[in-house]
């Protein structure tokens, strides 16, 4: 066998490492708002938002020491972590906000409009070369949500639309982690990313104590309690972590299009925890996010592809 032949060899063997990766930590990332769902009936999602940074950042405090990149941070690092961390806030928050009344399958098919926001975001922000094709995939993709939306706003009203802003703040947040990847660790991305966002809930915690807030007034969680926080916290940096070595095996524009499977775990999830499946109007605004999104992300491979351009791994 020739060295070339080996190389091809070993390279199809990475891809596939990160593609199975990959399908791991997806199936595995709804158990997260699963046990968000379990623990906000007693605890608010302020603080299950707070549990989840400290346990990730606890988790990833020996790691980052190992790899000697704990201190690699200046002014603008710095500043550029805090606005991340902000952001992952306002995102979780959001969406851990939703799911106190929402299916955990209909909430994350929702934030699945994260893609195409990002698409347009890009267009903008970063002057992305974006043609008609995409645009008009991010106007069937926001028709799609749309059918998954009105009935919910049907049903819980304007708290309905709360996944959309959590999947704007993730698209803002993928925007500057493209800016900062370039030259960061990936871990320690995800380090920092857990201090600033485990600080800025602390402060949102202090300052809603007392005020009977369901989002940000914090309470002594009980045993069972207790066990759904480390749940999330676990399945988050488990889900984090497998993601990161799937994206380090695997280029971005192969394993993009898996991250659609997280609808289905979810939908299987939320039916073996809480018997619950969405009906048909949302299964097709389902299926017309999922078609726009896959487009979306066929037609990008195929344009960087002409470009000779790679395509940028996110640090998740």
């Given amino acids: 066998m020739t060295d070339n032949a080996i190389s091809g060899t070993a390279r199809r063997d990475d891809v596939s490492l990160g593609m199975s990766l990959m399908v791991i930590s997806v199936l595995l990332a709804p158990l997260i708002d699963i046990f968000s769902k379990l623990a906000i009936a007693t605890v608010p999602s302020g603080e299950i938002t707070g549990a989840r940074f400290v346990l990730q950042a606890l988790f990833l405090l020996p790691i980052v020491a190992m790899r000697g990149t704990l201190f690699e941070l200046t002014w603008k690092k710095t500043a550029l972590h805090a606005l991340r961390g902000a952001l992952l806030v306002a995102a979780m928050l959001s969406f851990s906000t939703t799911l106190k009344v929402m299916e955990v399958a209909d909430a994350i098919a929702i934030f699945f409009v994260e893609p195409i926001m990002l698409t347009i975001l890009g267009s903008i922000f970063l002057k992305e070369t974006i043609g ?3 645009y008009t995939a991010c106007g069937v993709g926001f028709f799609g949500a749309m059918l998954v939306i009105q009935p919910s706003l049907q049903e819980v009203g304007l708290i309905a639309l709360l996944p959309v802003v959590a999947a704007f703040m993730l698209a803002v947040f993928l925007l500057v982690t493209r800016l900062v990847a370039k030259n960061e660790d990936p871990w320690s991305m995800q380090f920092h990313a857990g201090i600033w966002g485990m ?45 990161v070595y799937a994206y380090r095996a695997a280029p971005a524009s192969v394993l993009a299009p898996l991250q659609y499977l997280e609808i289905v775990s979810a939908t299987i999830f939320g039916w073996l925890v809480f018997d ?11 299926a017309i996010i999922i078609g726009s999104g896959l487009y979306i ?20």
């Fill in 297 to 316: 992300i066929w037609r990008e491979r195929r344009v960087n592809k002409s470009a000779g351009i790679a395509p940028v791994s996110p640090a998740i």
């Fill in 276 to 286: 619950h499946l969405p009906d048909a109007l949302k299964w097709l605004g389902i």
């Fill in 132 to 134: 008609w094709r995409r």
């Fill in 199 to 243: 600080l800025f809930c602390a402060v949102l915690l202090f300052f809603g104590k007392g005020t009977g807030s369901d989002i940000l007034d914090p309470v002594m969680p009980d045993s069972t309690a207790m066990l759904y926080l480390l749940g999330v916290g676990v399945t988050a940096t488990i889900s984090g972590i497998l993601g």
